[in-house]
């Protein structure tokens, strides 16, 4: 009995969880992306070894600045923590440049350590088939002003997250999708499915109510499923759906694309869950 309590303590004490953001260039992604309160409740009770990254997403996620970046980062939290079991949490555009190393091994020679070490990925709202909103703002259809906080203009991440190019990448570049080869490790996504901005619903103002408000104005160019940003299909294209929001959420309330990284409506406790 003891010598399998003692297996186990060494197995959770080398688990690790790197929080992986989305399209932009962080350079302090624990307060402005995630915000402390959501990377403190995931990993209550899961240790102290996480890391947050912080890359230039506003590149092609196989650059040096995105995939280079986040192989870097990896590598150095893997082997300064001797970390055996790593579970990635990604949002959004973060889910391509994770899978971008996990379909191209032969890519970088870091990539084979980090995906021999990842336990599974949880992807937060992933633009695994791009959004619609990338092919406006790329036409110039759409006022930047209001994607700008979420999109980060016309940079070349938004550039590939047009539909017709995500459709290019995920069959030529991208394992996960539907005729393509798995991936080696678990990709479950959560799917946001709505948007909600009230001012009357409490439940409007988490994570910022004028967030929520900008993203009700460009659901319009999307499907009725969608978080404001992607729409579910996009949301669920690759790797497995472990959950859409209203099914698993407190309230049954959805999640719309800013508060799929913020601690809303039990979120952040289903992700520490599962950890």
């Not at 939290?77 to 391509?96: D, E």
């Not at 870091?110 to 990338?134: D, E, F, Q, W």
Request: hydrophobic share 35%.
């Amino acid at each position: 009995m003891l010598l399998l309590l003692g297996f186990s303590a060494i197995s959770s004490a080398n688990m690790g969880v790197a929080f992986v953001h989305g399209t932009g260039n962080q350079t302090d992604a624990y307060n402005d992306y995630w915000t402390g309160d959501f990377v403190k409740s995931v990993m209550s009770g899961n240790g102290t070894r996480y890391t947050i990254i912080n890359c230039e997403f506003e590149e092609y996620m196989w650059t040096s600045p995105a995939a280079g970046c986040l192989a870097g980062q990896l590598t150095s939290f893997i082997n300064a923590q001797g970390i055996t079991s790593l579970n990635v949490i990604t949002h959004s555009n973060g889910g391509n440049v994770v899978r971008w190393i996990m379909s191209n091994p032969t890519w970088d020679s870091r990539y084979p350590n980090i995906i021999n070490k990842i336990n599974k990925v949880i992807a937060l709202a992933p633009s695994s088939k791009g959004t619609p909103l990338a092919n406006a703002v790329m036409n110039g259809t759409v006022f930047e002003s209001i994607l700008g906080w979420i999109l980060g203009y016309q940079s070349d991440a938004v550039r590939m997250q047009q539909t017709s190019w995500m459709a290019s990448y995920n069959a030529n570049y991208l394992y996960g999708t539907s005729g393509r080869p798995s991936l080696p490790k678990t990709f479950k996504s959560v799917v946001g499915s709505d948007v909600e901005s009230s001012p009357f619903d409490g439940d409007s103002y988490c994570g910022g109510y004028q967030y929520q408000v900008a993203l009700e104005v460009t659901q319009n160019w999307l499907a009725s499923c969608s978080d404001g940003f992607l729409e579910c299909s996009s949301q669920a294209g690759a790797g497995s759906v472990w959950f859409y929001d209203t099914s698993r959420t407190k309230g049954s309330e959805p999640l719309s694309h800013h508060q799929s990284r913020r601690d809303c409506f039990n979120l952040d406790t289903i992700i520490r869950a599962d950890i």
